[in-house]
């Protein structure tokens, strides 16, 4: 007999891997954001990249005037940069009285404006020490882009040939693996040794929870369920479900919702992205509950986030009812429309 329960209450969460563009767009993908979380990471892949920390300020002040526009007090970008193959010590130094929460590491080619990312991580050793030095989070993209690689090993293959070297290199380096997709990245997470440190760590989406690859060619091509890296096998769904689930703190929220323009992903090459951001509270609590773990929630959403990076737990308290909301078939996005994840159908959970 299963005891469901049919509200939960929650501290706030915290989004800890979000896009939200630029401009006109921005402010439309915003509010979905900040009706449910108190913070988040927000990623640098805009068109020039957030490489510097007047360009991260810049962007900041963008952020604040669209909150404002939209009446949103209570909510905080939390900045990052864009790491180059010519970041330097000193700009790292600079991020870090400056406030800014973390660097990310695309490698070059890897997904959505990663051109200008790092081609070999040799080039970014004295960034990476300083990083190191200072306490400054590395954000990995986990893929390696060569094109011999099979997309579907590209993740297991980077653990190996780039993740691993890193850390042996650089022990002491705070990580984060975004958006991990497989079981292979599940397990080294969560067996790392770290000597007890803070030192490495692992966002989670809701897609990848809820979804395996069938998804994208369900019944045809699927293309608003298609992000980077891209779903994978039951098993390694099985096995992220089973790693955000199980309490360990090295596991937490990372929606990576990612809006593009219903045109730019219905196309003969349609962009990798899923936007999630509308109800992605809802998407978590319905995979949660489906392995009854509904009580696993909290450290997950709210909890291991601020834990690894230092900040505060949020103190408010946040309620999610199991009532089922529809998902809209679009959303406005700028001049443009955006199709959301589960668009036409629904989610069990929302918020009150
Ligand atoms: O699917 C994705 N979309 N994966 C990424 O890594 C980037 C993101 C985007 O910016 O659209
Ligand atoms: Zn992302």
């Given at each position: 007999m299963s005891n469901t329960p049919t509200q939960i209450q929650l501290i706030q969460p915290d989004d800890w891997h979000l896009h939200i563009r630029d401009g006109e767009v921005m402010k439309d993908?915003?509010?979905?954001?900040?009706?449910?979380?108190?913070?988040?990471?927000?990623?640098?892949?805009?068109?020039?990249?957030?490489?510097?920390?007047?360009?991260?300020?810049?962007?900041?002040?963008?952020?604040?005037?669209n909150l404002k526009l939209l009446g949103v007090s209570g909510f905080t970008p939390l900045m990052t940069l864009y790491l180059t193959d010519n970041t330097s010590a000193d700009e790292v130094r600079k991020a870090k009285d400056a406030g800014i929460a973390a660097f990310k590491l695309y490698p070059a080619g890897a997904t959505t404006n990663s051109d200008a990312g790092v081609s070999d991580l040799k080039h970014c050793h004295a960034a990476l020490e300083a990083m190191q030095a200072v306490g400054m989070p590395l954000l990995v993209h986990g893929e390696v882009t060569h094109a011999d690689i099979d997309i579907f090993d590209r993740e297991a293959v980077?653990?190996?040939?780039?993740?691993?070297?890193?850390?042996?290199?650089?022990?002491?380096?705070?990580?984060?693996f975004e958006h991990i997709t497989t079981k292979q990245a599940a397990h080294y997470v969560r067996d790392a040794v770290t000597g007890g440190k803070n030192t490495i760590a692992a966002t989670i989406t809701p897609q990848h929870l809820l979804m395996n690859r069938n998804a994208i060619f369900a019944g045809g091509i699927r293309p608003h369920n298609y992000c980077l890296p891209v779903l994978k096998r039951e098993e390694h769904r099985v096995a992220l479900l089973e790693a955000a689930t199980s309490g360990n703190s090295r596991f937490f929220l990372?929606?990576?919702?990612?809006?593009?323009?219903?045109?730019?992903?219905?196309?003969?090459?349609?962009?990798?992205?899923?936007?999630?951001?509308?109800?992605?509270?809802?998407?978590?609590?319905?995979?949660?509950?489906?392995?009854?773990?509904?009580?696993?929630?909290?450290?997950?959403?709210?909890?291991?986030?601020?834990?690894?990076?230092?900040?505060?737990?949020?103190?408010?308290?946040i309620t999610l009812v199991k009532q089922a909301q529809s998902i809209p078939m679009e959303l406005p996005l700028g001049d443009t429309t955006i199709v959301p994840l589960r668009a036409g159908e629904t989610i069990a959970w929302s918020l009150v």
């Open positions: 993908v915003l509010a979905d954001t900040a009706r449910q979380f108190a913070r988040a990471i927000i990623m640098p892949n805009l068109k020039p990249p957030v490489t510097t920390v007047d360009l991260a300020k810049a962007y900041q002040s963008r952020i604040e005037s980077f653990i190996d040939t780039v993740l691993e070297p890193l850390r042996k290199k650089l022990p002491e380096l705070k990580i984060v990372g929606t990576d919702s990612a809006p593009h323009a219903k045109g730019a992903k219905e196309a003969a090459c349609g962009c990798a992205g899923c936007y999630s951001a509308f109800n992605a509270l809802g998407l978590y609590a319905e995979a949660f509950e489906s392995v009854g773990k509904l009580d696993k929630l909290e450290g997950f959403a709210s909890f291991f986030g601020p834990d690894f990076y230092s900040l505060q737990r949020n103190s408010n308290k």
